[in-house]
């Protein structure tokens, strides 16, 4: 029985394992397929914090209304089947590795090898034709200008969430070199929505929209949210636009942040609907209550209280903090609350442990991903977190090979616990859950 195994060790065995600037690849292997990914209408969603978030709360939407829904995202967490799910369904390992097959059958011996990303992006759009999906919600893996995704013609929004610093040895070093090259994916006489905010891009935002003849949306200027309740079962708010408003909006992805998110998913809908006959006000509400979007502010348990938290660079956590903070006021008052970490060392894990400190003081447990070379060791991670004059844990802070121990232990000693620091330590704990 072939699994999602199988489909990694072709993948694997036929990519560069790098990350090279450039579209010619994935461009050549997408029309010698007679280009899949010009067979639906798509949304195409980039930034740098949010995309997830926002491309499940309008992959639910158009579920709701009776479309058949392709949902393209990246990082998997458990299984690389989720990188691409049809009304919110994993394919078959058969389907993907059938795909995988009749991609890389064409790619000629003597040319240079796409990246497992491209691979991937063109394994999707395949199943998106070989499926007739009705639309895409596309989210860009990095950056967007040069993403393997940014290749659709039939684009009807590009969404831009919000814009912060992460992956500048690929982007650039600054703010603005990041949003250039996340507005860049704006298309002519297509809709394009930004969340806005950081008000000091809107204005890069709209002349690149003025230039590249896209219809400018900025969530911040041109939405009024009202009546907004933020509790651990979820978020309520009324949404006002200029094409759409709705009273009594229910969503269960909870945090702060969350309520952004979603209102940047109705204000792209709001300027395509006309496109989709089926949205309504009801599918409209359906589809945001019923969205889901595992390993953000998830919780797992209730008694000791287990948070899962995919942040991972410094505007996330700061989100995170916030959110936590404002959900959890007394018990972090209290110093409630322990915290498992983990991070990539090409991460700005000192800044992220230096707001984690500062805003929760919470009790800190050292840990790792276990098998992946990018992430800190326990002892490193230990060493930087034990700066007493930069951090203020209310504990001397402890280090674990397993994440496993880490996260029993803080359940033992705390009532609420926080696991975070990376999407891929949240993974590795997802595929471990039956050890918790």
Request: charged content about 25%.
């Amino acid at each position: 029985m072939k699994t999602f195994d199988d489909f990694e060790k072709i993948l694997y065995a036929h990519s560069n394992n790098k990350i090279i600037p450039g579209l010619e690849r994935i461009k050549k292997l997408l029309a010698r397929l007679d280009n899949p990914q010009n067979s639906f209408k798509s949304i195409h969603i980039v930034g740098t914090n949010g995309k997830g978030s926002t491309g499940a709360f309008i992959s639910s939407i158009f579920k709701e209304s009776g479309y058949k829904t392709g949902f393209y995202l990246s990082p998997h967490l458990v299984s690389p089947g989720e990188r691409f799910m049809i009304n919110g369904e994993i394919l078959s390992p058969d389907s993907w590795i059938n795909a995988a097959e009749e991609v890389i059958k064409i790619i000629k011996p003597d040319e240079e090898l796409p990246s497992y990303f491209e691979l991937v992006t063109a394994c999707a759009f395949y199943l998106a034709r070989e499926n007739k999906i009705d639309v895409g919600i596309i989210e860009a893996g990095l950056g967007g200008k040069f993403d393997a995704t940014n290749v659709m013609d039939e684009t009807v929004c590009s969404v831009i969430a919000s814009i912060s610093m992460d992956h500048m040895e690929y982007l650039g070093p600054l703010l603005e070199n990041i949003a250039d090259e996340k507005f860049a994916v704006v298309k002519k006489n297509v809709h394009a929505c930004f969340a806005g905010v950081d008000k000091s891009l809107i204005p890069m935002f709209k002349n690149y929209c003025a230039e590249n003849g896209a219809l400018a949306h900025v969530l911040t200027e041109d939405v009024k949210l009202e009546n907004i309740k933020i509790s651990p079962d979820g978020n309520e708010f009324d949404f006002y636009a200029p094409n759409l408003e709705l009273k009594n909006i229910k969503t269960n992805l909870i945090g702060s942040y969350q309520i952004n998110n979603a209102a940047l998913s109705l204000l792209a809908v709001s300027e395509i609907k006309n496109l989709f006959p089926k949205i309504n006000e009801n599918s409209i509400l359906e589809g945001l209550k019923k969205a889901a979007w595992p390993g953000r502010l998830e919780i797992v348990s209730r008694n000791p209280l287990i948070i899962l938290d995919g942040g991972h660079n410094f505007d996330g956590v700061k989100k995170l903090c916030t959110s936590i903070k404002t959900l959890w006021p007394e018990a972090v008052e209290a110093g409630k609350f322990g915290v498992v970490y983990a991070a990539m060392r090409d991460k700005n894990y000192l800044g992220c442990l230096g707001l984690i400190s500062k805003e929760l003081k919470p009790k800190f447990y050292a840990t790792t991903v276990p098998e992946m070379p990018r992430a800190l060791t326990p002892e490193e991670l230990l060493t930087a977190a034990s700066d007493e004059e930069e951090f203020e844990w209310r504990n001397d802070p402890e280090s674990f090979e397993n994440p496993l121990d880490a996260v029993k232990k803080a359940a033992h000693e705390n009532e609420n616990v926080l696991i975070c620091g990376s999407l891929y330590l949240i993974g590795w704990l997802k595929r471990n859950a039956d050890k918790f």
